[in-house]
């Protein structure tokens, strides 16, 4: 019996030697995780995935408009004055007979030089061995110009 005794307390020493070291790998663990935590910036990205960071987002705008007067109203907008439409210069021209206007509007005058045909030579590319040249060429034009012929 008395072998036995030792024996127990031998594997009572391995185990607590065990259980010292996966302490140890445990808190190493923790260490990295929290450091990996930080080195990515994973609550930024539990933020922007939960939605949180563009509310507090949101409401800082909405705080500055109201700190500022200025603010589009609506449901976002509750509590806070609405912004005045902004009158342009043209405002006092609105009724005007065409008399009146004519000293500011501009005249507008046709052109005089006709256009010309658009001249383009494509380049040569290259020469000799391992050069190309082109065999067909297309280019586009966007105008509103009709061509009869």
Known sequence: MYMDVTKIEG?????????????????ACLVVTVFLLLFFRIPSIIGELTGRTARKAISAMEEHNARTGLGTGGAA?????????????????????????????????PLVQETAPLQYEAPAFGSGIGGF?????????????????
Do not use: D, W
Not at 19 to 25: D, G, M, P, Y
Not at 133 to 148: N, P, Q, S
């Open 11 to 27: 594997q009572v020493s391995l185990y607590h030697t065990l259980f010292l070291a996966c302490a140890i790998a445990a808190a």
């Open 77 to 109: 907008g509750k509590g806070r004055r609405k912004q005045k439409p902004n009158k342009g210069k043209t405002e006092h021209m609105k009724n005007l007979p065409l008399q009146e206007m004519a000293p500011f509007m501009q005249e507008t005058a």
């Open 133 to 149: 040249r082109v065999t067909r060429e297309l280019m586009m034009i966007h105008t509103e110009e009709i061509i009869e012929s």
